[in-house]
């Protein structure tokens, strides 16, 4: 699969167009990322994880093309209210939601909940009596690169007691989800967790509780810079072995990251460069606080296309903030740039933007749709070849 890069004509007509620092985003790669879940995984209602990238193009066009909507918060679902998506086409899947998150999911009229603990069943039966809800299961994975079980999910010895007090308390109880984590490299934590929500929808069962969805959610990953995971393969692996475990039931997925991240390039610049303590440092005008958040939050490593050639040397990379924590890489290889080379970051779409701040004055990054630009800077690459 070839995702979404700019050619370095291309990086430099855009900066020249916008100036730096720019993100790029490919709605096109988006549609494909869609579909290429969703032709692996038929018959999957496929949740987009609103919170990996929240840009309202992004979510315009899922809907446009028959996506659901994983929210976590009142912002995300008043965002999507605002863009007139149908609440039956989104899960509240925070499995501790505050009380204005309830209020408004209420409000809003969306009616599909996860949850992973005694203390919210009552949270959910008194804001919104009659819920559909699904329970939340751990699973641990130690090839996630970001291990939300840590935080999430009730264990499977748990489950039934939690899933019958929630239906005592007059909720919809429809199912079980679960997350193997983040950027998960292979489909081992997704078998072993459909092990155990089959077992647990047979006990449930005998219980006398009819649940009928299992939700897989996400962690499906993205290109690093030093694996291509075939995530068709991967996709369709597991939808193999759900419809052999669950050859009925109704079927989502939540992916985030897959969805996002390999549909946005980041075009950022030198603005200084010195030598501290015998190494080179390079200062970016985009850093921690911005797009390359994601080092922090996301412990993500990030790729570096300069365009150049050159002997690479151990180099320190900092954002452009005055704060010292404002550094994302310490001994990167990288061939020798100067003020103005211009960097362009792929596969920087996912918890990049999302998690940006305004800190020490530096706005968030503008994007720009790739599509909508493309024909502009085409033309200027044309005149420049014939000039
Ligand atoms: C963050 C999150 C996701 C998306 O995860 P990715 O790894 O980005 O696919 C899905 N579901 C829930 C509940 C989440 O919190």
Not at 222 to 229: D, G, H, N, R, W
Not at 340 to 368: E, H, M, R, W
């Amino acid at each position: 699969m070839k995702y979404f890069r700019l050619s370095q004509d291309a990086v430099k007509a855009l900066a020249d167009t916008y100036s730096t620092p720019l993100l790029v985003l490919s709605l096109e790669q988006i549609e494909l990322n869609y579909h290429l879940l969703a032709e692996n995984m038929p018959d999957v209602k496929i949740y987009y994880a609103v919170k990996a990238n929240p840009d309202e193009r992004i979510v315009r066009r899922l809907n446009a093309i028959g996506g659901y909507f994983d929210v976590a918060s009142d912002g995300e679902m008043r965002m999507l209210q605002e863009l007139n998506i149908n609440p039956d086409r989104m899960v509240y899947a925070n499995p501790v939601k505050t009380g204005s998150g309830l209020n408004v999911a209420h409000d809003v009229g969306v009616h599909k909940f996860t949850f992973d603990s005694e203390s919210e069943i009552d949270k959910m039966a008194a804001a919104v009596p009659g819920g559909t809800v699904l329970l939340r299961i751990r699973v641990d994975n130690p090839h996630a690169l970001v291990d939300l079980n840590k935080k999430f999910g009730a264990l499977p010895e748990e489950a039934l007691e939690l899933l019958s007090k929630a239906q005592a308390a007059g909720l919809d109880v429809a199912g079980l989800c679960f997350h193997v984590g983040s950027q998960s490299t292979d489909d081992e934590a997704y078998l072993e967790a459909l092990k155990i929500c089959r077992q647990l929808f047979d006990a449930a069962a005998k219980r006398g509780m009819n649940l009928h969805i299992l939700d897989i959610g996400g962690g499906f990953p993205i290109p690093t810079l030093t694996e291509e995971p075939d995530v068709a393969a991967m996709a369709s692996g597991i939808y193999k072995a759900v419809r052999q475990f669950f050859p009925d039931t109704e079927i989502w997925a939540e992916p985030g990251r897959y969805i996002c991240g390999t549909a946005v390039n980041l075009i950022t610049q030198v603005i200084g460069t010195k030598v501290r303590n015998n190494q080179q440092w390079y200062f970016l005008d985009d850093g921690l606080y911005g797009t390359f958040s994601g080092v922090i939050f996301d412990h993500w490593d990030f790729e570096l296309e300069t365009f150049k050639t050159g002997k690479k040397v151990p180099s320190t990379f900092a954002g452009p903030s005055c704060d010292s924590l404002d550094i994302m890489f310490r001994d990167k290889p990288s061939v020798p740039l100067e003020i103005g080379d211009l960097i362009l970051v792929p596969n920087c779409g996912a918890y990049t933007s999302a998690s940006a701040t305004v800190f020490n004055g530096f706005a968030k990054t503008q994007t720009v749709v790739w599509e909508e630009v493309y024909e502009a800077i085409q033309a200027k690459l044309e005149l420049a070849t014939a000039g």
